[in-house]
């Protein structure tokens, strides 16, 4: 069955650092793939997402490109800040059964 | 922006008391999503919605727990009778169909 797996965190960074986070996954087919961000006591946001190999999702200065040769989504951020702390979880849509598959997740926490 | 709403936010009970949770997806979503979200896990899918049916509930406990969608808008999640590792995260998602899901804030439940 479809799966992801993500690198086990908690990371802990310096403000300004640069950011990564490794997804890999497991699907049939041609999934499409997710990273959501989950702030204390709130529900997921939406981070970014790519519908097809190559394709390279953006938003608030986080990206993440789908690599389907590698099957991998790592998110990266060039300089994080302290408000990006959170817990990241990558995922992918597998439009044969239109289900989430969601990884573990990842803690990240920013220090000034 | 339009967004998921869900209530109430937090639900604290005693075990073998029954629970409800609501849920209001983004107007025109056909398709929503309840999820379970045990603390330091990745959500896990209890039941989808695609209008008023039920299109998977594989993976809802039926002894216990219920879904409805009556009139194809919102929904609500019951647990009846509560046990204490039903303490977790209770999200909805809604989705354009088979599209992105948006989530909601969450309710968060704990059994005493």
């Known amino acids: 069955g479809d799966s992801v797996t993500q690198m086990e965190g908690p990371v802990t960074l310096s403000e300004e650092a640069f950011l990564t986070i490794n997804c890999t996954y497991t699907?049939?087919?041609?999934?499409?793939l997710f990273w959501y961000v989950q702030y204390p006591g709130e529900g997921l946001q939406l981070l970014l997402k790519?519908?097809?190999?190559?394709d390279k999702g953006s938003n608030k200065g986080f990206e993440a490109t789908y690599r389907k040769e590698t099957t991998s989504f790592h998110l990266e951020k060039g300089s994080v800040q302290v408000s990006d702390s959170a817990v990241y979880f990558c995922?992918?849509?597998?439009?044969?059964?239109?289900?989430?598959?969601f990884g573990t997740g990842t803690r990240l926490t920013i220090i000034p | 922006e339009a967004e998921v709403a869900q209530s109430p936010r937090y639900k604290i009970t005693e075990k073998s008391q029954a629970v409800a949770f609501w849920c209001d997806p983004i107007s025109g979503h056909a398709t929503l999503y309840w999820y379970r979200q045990i603390l330091g896990q990745g959500p896990e899918l209890l039941v989808q919605f695609q209008d008023e049916s039920v299109v998977d509930d594989s993976q809802l406990p039926k002894d216990r727990f219920s879904a409805e969608r009556l009139k194809g808008v919102d929904s609500t999640l019951k647990i009846q009778p509560a046990e204490l590792g039903d303490s977790a995260m209770y999200l909805c998602?809604?989705?354009?169909?088979?599209?992105?899901?948006?989530f909601g804030p969450g309710t968060r439940l704990t059994v005493l």
């Open positions: 790519a519908t097809k190999a190559d």
């Open positions: 998602a809604s989705s354009p169909s088979g599209d992105t899901q948006y």
């Open positions: 699907a049939t087919g041609y999934p499409s």
């Open positions: 995922a992918l849509l597998n439009f044969g059964n239109e289900k989430l598959t």
